[in-house]
């Protein structure tokens, strides 16, 4: 499966953000999708992740009751909402599939999309 990542750019802080990942050639629906973000000198972390269907949805601490996680498995397309960004959200968002679970190196990944938010 290919997977296209976009939706970044540059904020003020409080802002808001909606990022899409768009999947083609593959069984979209079977797949794990994760959001994934690397700041500048820092590792990869894990953001958000949504099962198959939409069924279950998983958040890091840090993003927890300001991004939303969200799938349309007829457009092929999962979305991450951003609200209330604050200057450490700043980095470049990566989209994700794994199947059967998301492991911590999922098997597909998008180009990702930057994002900074300025204070």
């Known amino acids: 499966v290919q997977l296209q990542a976009s939706g970044g750019g540059l904020v003020e802080a409080g802002s808001s953000l909606r990022l899409s990942c768009a999947a083609s050639g593959g069984a979209f629906n079977k797949y794990v999708i994760g959001w994934f973000r690397q700041a500048p000198g820092r590792e990869r972390e894990f953001v958000a992740g949504?099962?198959?269907?939409?069924?279950?949805?998983s958040y890091a601490d840090s993003v927890k009751g300001r991004f939303t996680v969200s799938r349309d498995d007829v457009k092929n397309t999962v979305y991450l909402q951003m609200n209330s960004l604050k200057p450490e959200d700043t980095a470049v968002y990566y989209c994700?599939?794994?199947?059967?679970?998301?492991?911590?190196?999922?098997?597909?990944w998008g180009q990702g999309t930057l994002v900074t938010v300025s204070s």
């Open positions: 994700a599939a794994d199947y059967p679970a998301l492991s911590t190196t999922p098997k597909y």
């Open positions: 949504i099962s198959w269907r939409g069924v279950t949805t």
